[in-house]
C-alpha cells in the first residue's frame, strides 16, 4: 500500500520533494503537506481505496505520516493492506 | 487588584479621551496602553505559576471589546498581543526560556508584537521564504517586507521563519525576540483608512538570538491549534466592541429625539431594534467561539479537526460581515449627524475601523480555505454544544 500511497502523495500533495526519500513515520507537514493538499490528497485516497474518512478521522494527527494515513485506511477497509 | 473588567474600563475611559486624536493623526494609542500596563493586563492572560493571573479567553475577550468600545485601534492591540501571548502559554510552557520570558512580560508589562507576514508570500502566513540561520546556540534572521502592527512600540516580537535554510516553505518556527535584539527598517509607512493607530507599518527586520528561543512546536502546529481560534475570537470580541459602540450611539440619538418629541415613536427606533438584533447575533456568535475553543481545548483529536478549523473560520467571517452592517444601521439611523465626524452621534470612525474586518486574512480566503475543507468534512446539524 505505501507504492499506492507515495504515488498519490506525489500527484496530490504537492510537496517540494518526492514521497520516494520521506520514510513513512516522517512528518508529512514539516515536510511541505498544507492543509489546502492535506484534503486533496484526502479525497484521492477515497477514490483510490473506494473508501469514506469518517468525521473523526478528519484531523491533522490522522494525515501526520504516512504510517497513519496507512493505519486510517486499513482501519476502513482491512483488504486494503494488500493492495 | 480591582477585577479584569473594572481595570479594563479604567484603559476604556483614558482610550476615550484619546481616540480622536489616534484617528486623526495616525499614531499609536501610547496613553491607552500605557494605562495596560499599569493596570497589569498585559500579563492577565498568563498563568499565575509565570507571574500573571491566569485569565480565561472568555475574560480576555471582554476586556477587549470593553476596551474597542472606545478605541478599536487601542483595543486591537491589545487582542494582538494576547494573540501572541497565547502562542507562548499554549507552545512555551515546558521550555525553560519562554517560561522566564513569561515571567519577564509579567514584571515588566511587555507589549509584544507579531511578524508572521512576510513580502512575496502573498498573504499566506503559512509560508516563509525568510529563513532561520543557526550557528552553534546562537542564531539570525532577516525577514523583508514584514507587517508589524505597533511595532516600533512593542517591547517584543513573535516572529516566523522556515526551519533551516533548507526547509520547504510551510516547515516554519516562531521565535521570540526582545526589542534589544532586533533592528527595524521602515519599508512602509502605514496609512489606511481605518485601524489608523495599529500603526501596521512594514518593515525589514534583522535579529540575532539564542536557539533557545525558538519555540519547541511547528508554526504549522501552533497555527492550527491556538493561534488561528484564539485570532478569530478575539478580533471578533473588537469588532463586537465597536459595533456595540456604534448601536449605543445610535439609541442616544433616537432617545434624544423621543424626548423631544413626547408620544412619539421616532422614526429611527424600528432601526435600533433591528440593530439590537444584529448585535446579539454578534454577540452569540462570538460566545459559540469560545464554547467551541474550551472544549476543543480537552481533546487534542478535536482541536485538529477539520470541523474545529471551519468552526473557527466561520466565527470571523461572520463576525467581520455583521460589524459593517450594524454600523451601517447605526448610520442611517443617526444620518446626517452620525456621518459628520463631529458630533456625539459620529459613527465614521467605528465604520473605517469595521472595513478592515473582511480583509485582515481576506474572507474570500479564508472562504476559499473553508470551500476545500467541506470538500471532506460533513457539517454537523445538531444543536447541542
Redesign the interface.
Known amino acids: 500500500m505505501l507504492d499506492t500511497l507515495r504515488q498519490l502523495i506525489d500527484k496530490h500533495a504537492r510537496l517540494p520533494v518526492q514521497a520516494a526519500t520521506l520514510g513513512s513515520g516522517q512528518d508529512l507537514y514539516a515536510a511541505g503537506l498544507t492543509s489546502f493538499a492535506a484534503v486533496q490528497l484526502m479525497l484521492a485516497l477515497e477514490e483510490a481505496f473506494d473508501i469514506e474518512f469518517p468525521e473523526r478521522m478528519l484531523n491533522r494527527r490522522s494525515f501526520a505520516t504516512m504510517d497513519s494515513i496507512v493505519a486510517c485506511i486499513t482501519e476502513l477497509r482491512p483488504q486494503a493492506l494488500a493492495s | 487588584m480591582s477585577s479584569l473588567v473594572a481595570r479594563a474600563q479604567l484603559v476604556g475611559a483614558v482610550a476615550a479621551q484619546y481616540c480622536e486624536h489616534v484617528d486623526k493623526e495616525g499614531r499609536f494609542p501610547s496613553e491607552a496602553v500605557r494605562a495596560m500596563k499599569e493596570a497589569r493586563l498585559l500579563s492577565a492572560f498568563i498563568p499565575r505559576e509565570f507571574g500573571g493571573e491566569g485569565a480565561e479567553l472568555s475574560e480576555i475577550a471582554e476586556v477587549v471589546s470593553i476596551i474597542s468600545q472606545a478605541c478599536a485601534s487601542a483595543g486591537m492591540t491589545y487582542a494582538m498581543h494576547q494573540i501572541k501571548v497565547s502562542s507562548l502559554i499554549s507552545h512555551g510552557d515546558r521550555a525553560e526560556w519562554h517560561q522566564e520570558f513569561m515571567r519577564r512580560i509579567s514584571r515588566e508589562q511587555l507589549l509584544v508584537a507579531s511578524a508572521t507576514t512576510e513580502g512575496g508570500v502573498g498573504g499566506n502566513l ?1 509560508n516563509s521564504i525568510c529563513a532561520i540561520e543557526r550557528s552553534g546556540d546562537r542564531f539570525t534572521l532577516v525577514k523583508d517586507g514584514t507587517c508589524i502592527s505597533y511595532g516600533r512600540d512593542a517591547d517584543a516580537i513573535l516572529i516566523t521563519a522556515r526551519s533551516a535554510p533548507d526547509a ?4 516554519q518556527v516562531m521565535a521570540v525576540v526582545s526589542k534589544d535584539q532586533y533592528k527595524l527598517e521602515l519599508t512602509g509607512a502605514w496609512d489606511a483608512m481605518g485601524m489608523r493607530g495599529t500603526c501596521s507599518d512594514n518593515f525589514k527586520f534583522s535579529a540575532e538570538g539564542d536557539v533557545a528561543q525558538i519555540l519547541p512546536n ?1 508554526f ?2 501552533i497555527a ?1 491549534k491556538s493561534m488561528l481560534a484564539i485570532c478569530h475570537i478575539l478580533w471578533s470580541a473588537v469588532w463586537y466592541g465597536i459595533a456595540s459602540s456604534a448601536v449605543s450611539r445610535a439609541q442616544s440619538f433616537v432617545r434624544a429625539e423621543a424626548r423631544r418629541n413626547p408620544g412619539q415613536t421616532p422614526p429611527g427606533a424600528l432601526r435600533v431594534a433591528e440593530a439590537a438584533n444584529m448585535l446579539q447575533l454578534m454577540r452569540s456568535n462570538t460566545i459559540a467561539g469560545l464554547t467551541r475553543f474550551a472544549q476543543a481545548k480537552l481533546n ?3 482541536l ?4 474545529f ?1 471551519v468552526a473557527m473560520n466561520n466565527i470571523k467571517i461572520g463576525a467581520s460581515r455583521m460589524v459593517v452592517d450594524i454600523i451601517n444601521h447605526a448610520l442611517l439611523i443617526t444620518g446626517i449627524n452620525g456621518y459628520r465626524n463631529n458630533t456625539p452621534y459620529s459613527v465614521g470612525r467605528h465604520m473605517r475601523d469595521a472595513l478592515s474586518a473582511q480583509i485582515m486574512i481576506s474572507n474570500d480566503r479564508i472562504f476559499g ?1 473553508v470551500a ?2 467541506l ?4 457539517l ?1 446539524p445538531s444543536l447541542a454544544a
Open positions: 503559512r520547504p516553505a510551510s516547515d511547528d504549522g502546529e492550527a487534542d483529536d478535536d485538529g479537526s477539520v470541523g478549523i480555505n476545500n475543507l470538500l471532506m468534512h460533513r454537523d
